[in-house]
């Protein structure tokens, strides 16, 4: 569990597709540096956040880590565009002792979005994304939290559709302590969605699927946007 308040940006040292040490693990490997301040605690297993997706450390130095990327990982996430020197995100796991200053982020990527605006307001930058998985825009609402590349962040607008898209802002401080600052447009962000939404969609769904007797929502829904329908016939 994270909170999306990035403690460090670090750097691609190594990034091997066919990893056969120890740390490898038989499969691809991400090495990163410049990232000393956030390791003095850490150990061989811990999770860690690295543009908003939670691995496990599997070699450790006082200066570097180690990390396994899985296939899923790297279909899923943006981890598989990094390159040599690319900067990163990072953030360890939260302790007893952690103030909670973003929100719940699991460190679980539903999904990859582009940027496809970014705008300049006085001394920050609107930027607008469109997600890759549309499905992701239901859980995204206007002044409620996004996880973007691991940085908690407030959604500022939305529109849904086929065509839809978000809009976050970032402030001069935000621009120079996360990697989306430097991101332009046609550039990718990991993202993760609320998960309060999504348990809120389960328990809701669950609900009136029972009412229904087990048939499914599609009856339910229908007679909700029905009520919806005949109400505002009813005001016109």
């Known amino acids: 569990m994270f909170t999306?308040?990035?403690e460090a940006i670090g750097n691609v040292s190594a990034l091997e597709k066919q990893d056969d040490t120890?740390?490898?693990g038989g499969g691809t490997s991400l090495t990163i540096s410049d990232c000393a301040e956030i390791l003095s605690d850490a150990h061989l297993g811990d999770s860690?956040?690295?543009?908003g997706t939670c691995l496990t450390i599997t070699?450790?130095?006082p200066t570097t880590f180690k990390v396994g990327i899985s296939p899923e990982t790297l279909r899923r996430t943006n981890l598989s565009?990094?390159?040599q020197s690319s900067p990163l995100n990072l953030?360890?796991?939260?302790?007893?002792s952690t103030r909670m200053g973003g929100h719940f982020v699991q460190?679980?990527?539903?999904t990859v979005a582009t940027i496809v605006s970014k705008t300049p307001d006085g001394n920050a930058f609107t930027y607008r994304l469109q997600p890759r998985d549309k499905d992701v825009l239901r859980y995204v609402v206007e002044k409620g939290y996004v996880t973007l590349d691991g940085a908690s962040l407030t959604v500022t607008t939305v529109q849904d559709g086929s065509e839809g898209w978000w809009e976050v802002m970032l402030i001069a401080y935000t621009q120079e302590r996360v990697v989306m600052g430097d991101k332009g447009i046609g550039e990718e962000v990991n993202v993760e969605v609320d998960m309060v939404g999504k348990y809120v969609e389960k328990s809701v769904r669950g609900y009136f699927e029972e009412k229904e007797g087990g048939h499914g929502e599609l009856g339910?829904?229908?007679k909700i946007v029905g009520r919806m329908v005949d109400e505002r016939l009813r005001m016109g």
């Open 4 to 6: 999306g308040i990035v």
């Open 81 to 83: 565009s990094l390159r």
């Open 107 to 110: 460190g679980h990527v539903d």
């Open 220 to 222: 339910v829904l229908e």
């Open 22 to 24: 120890e740390g490898g």
């Open 91 to 96: 953030e360890r796991a939260v302790s007893a």
């Open 59 to 61: 070699h450790l130095t």
């Open 48 to 51: 860690i956040s690295i543009n």
